[in-house]
């Protein structure tokens, strides 16, 4: 790294910031630091976390600079590629040169499912959970679960009927990425064909994976009952 001292990840259970923490165990095993911010409590949207993230989410991580400072780097595939590219010798992607269409396609699988993916998975998950019951709205989950079980998950499936991991048939960073959406999306009850039951269960034997979602008790799709009031502000 750039500077002296340790990344530290801002963090929520099982979460988009999950699939950063399992990357950095992957790579530094446990040599960083984590902050939890309560998201059910609307800690993102305070000053000071605000200051780190105006997007006011997870993850963010925060990197030390040589002369001591903090930068903060957001966006959960951003991360990914960084840290991928940042400690080669853990062979966790294509290299970016000579040009190939090995690195175009593991970039591909990055953004697509840290963006389009996500975005539909988002959508089903403030309207079936997050939002208030006067906010959520049925045809936007319709459409959003279409849309994923027609266009996102014939993808995924796709790559990992043609090979083990998402980009082949050694495991990359791109894992982290789309197999944080295949558990997420499997959680709402899509990505259930046995294609995608080999690849979780190929993920599961991952030691980092299992330190990454070791804390999955320590969160609920529902919001806590008493916590509702303040989630329904802050997404509003
Ligand atoms: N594009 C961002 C999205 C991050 C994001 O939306 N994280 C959610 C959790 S999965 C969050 O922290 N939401 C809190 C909020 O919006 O209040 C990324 O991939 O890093």
Redesign the pocket.
């Known amino acids: 790294m750039t500077g002296t001292g340790k990344l530290k990840l801002y963090h ?1 259970p099982a ?3 999950a699939r950063v923490k399992w990357l950095l165990h992957e790579i530094l095993d446990d040599d960083f630091d984590v902050e939890v911010v309560p ?1 059910y409590d609307g800690v ?2 305070g000053d000071e976390y605000l200051q780190k993230n105006p ?5 963010t991580l925060a990197m030390p600079t040589p002369d001591g400072e903090q930068r903060y780097v ?4 951003a991360m990914v590629v960084l840290l991928a590219d940042a400690y080669p010798d853990k062979q966790l992607a294509p290299p970016p040169a000579p040009l190939s269409y090995e690195r175009a396609d593991y970039l591909q699988a990055i953004h697509f499912a ?1 963006t389009l993916a ?1 975005m539909m998975l ?1 959508q089903i998950r403030l309207h079936e959970h997050l939002l208030s019951s006067t906010e959520r709205d049925e045809r936007t989950i319709k459409r959003y679960r279409n849309k994923f079980m027609r266009e996102a998950e014939p993808q995924f499936k796709g790559r990992l009927d043609a090979h083990s991991f998402a980009c082949g048939e050694r495991f990359s960073a791109a894992d982290c990425v789309v197999g944080h959406d295949v558990l997420w999306a499997r959680a709402y009850g899509l990505c259930q064909d046995d294609t995608f039951t080999r690849y979780v269960g190929e993920l599961f034997k991952r030691p980092a994976f299992e330190k990454a979602f070791a804390d999955l008790s320590d969160f609920s799709l529902e919001v806590p009952g008493d916590k509702k009031q303040v989630h329904s502000l ?2 509003g």
Do not use: F, K, M
Request: negative net charge.
């Open positions: 929520y979460t988009r910031s998201l993102q949207y997007n006011h989410c997870v993850p957001i966006e959960s595939g840290s996500d988002w802050v997404t």
